[in-house]
């Protein structure tokens, strides 16, 4: 098992651009989640799914959209990338049910310029 | 979900075994305690999680209080390896991370 694959691992954009990570996972885990690591703080939810065409908002969702289309994939997008969304994302998933563990990605590291 | 309380920082010598305290006194009856550890940069690593007993598994244990608001990770013989910051979550839902225990590892 690959267990939760992020692609990129790095990238920088020009402000404006837009672009989307990409995040799989092998496990046929119903839940899945974006989160975002700013220098010296924790990680905050963006948004997160439930299932295949289920999505919702996390902590801090503006700028970014979600789809989900599969049950493997949760591809998060930038619509216009801003200076202040350069940041670590994490990806991670996990089964529902109470008391479960989430399986973390490795990250993609973004630099907006 | 309930707020937490960790110290910002512990050191332990390696060998020996770390513990690490979390307060979550506004604990409910539905909110589990989780603890993951992030190494440098990596993603966040489950390590453990419990209701109301204690619990074990093979990188640590866990032990909660039996009022339920405070726990302790226990990783019985810390290495070099162990060094991380460890985010102790309570939540009946959502992850919520706070800004954890940055353990430290000395020889």
């Known amino acids: 098992n690959a267990g939760v694959t992020q692609t990129p691992k790095f990238q920088v954009l020009k402000t404006g651009q837009s672009m989307t990570l990409q995040c799989a996972q092998d496990?046929?885990?119903?839940?899945m989640s974006w989160y975002r690591q700013d220098p010296g703080m924790g990680l905050r939810l963006i948004h997160y799914?439930?299932?295949?065409?289920i999505t919702d908002q996390g902590e801090v969702p503006n700028g970014y959209n979600v789809s989900r289309s599969t049950t493997e994939d949760f591809p998060l997008r930038l619509l216009s990338a801003a200076p202040s969304q350069t940041s670590v994302y994490f990806c991670?998933?996990?089964?529902?049910?109470w008391g479960n563990g989430y399986t973390f990605g490795s990250g993609t590291r973004l630099t907006v310029v | 979900d309930a707020k937490t309380t960790q110290p910002t920082s512990m050191d332990c010598a390696e060998g020996r075994a770390a513990n690490l305290p979390c307060n979550h006194s506004?604990?409910?009856?539905?909110?589990?305690v989780y603890w993951y550890r992030q190494i440098h940069s990596q993603g966040p690593q489950y390590i453990i999680h419990?209701?109301?007993n204690n619990e074990t598994n093979e990188m640590a244990s866990l032990i909660i209080t039996e009022d339920r608001k405070s726990s302790t990770l226990i990783l019985p013989h810390a290495t070099l390896r162990d060094t991380a910051v460890y985010y102790c979550?309570?939540?009946?839902?959502?992850?919520?991370f706070g800004t954890g225990t940055r353990l430290q590892v000395t020889l």
């Open positions: 991670a998933s996990t089964t529902l049910g």
């Open positions: 799914s439930v299932g295949a065409g």
């Open positions: 496990m046929n885990h119903e839940y």
């Open positions: 419990g209701l109301k």
């Open positions: 506004t604990i409910s009856g539905n909110e589990y």
């Open positions: 979550i309570v939540t009946a839902s959502k992850l919520t």
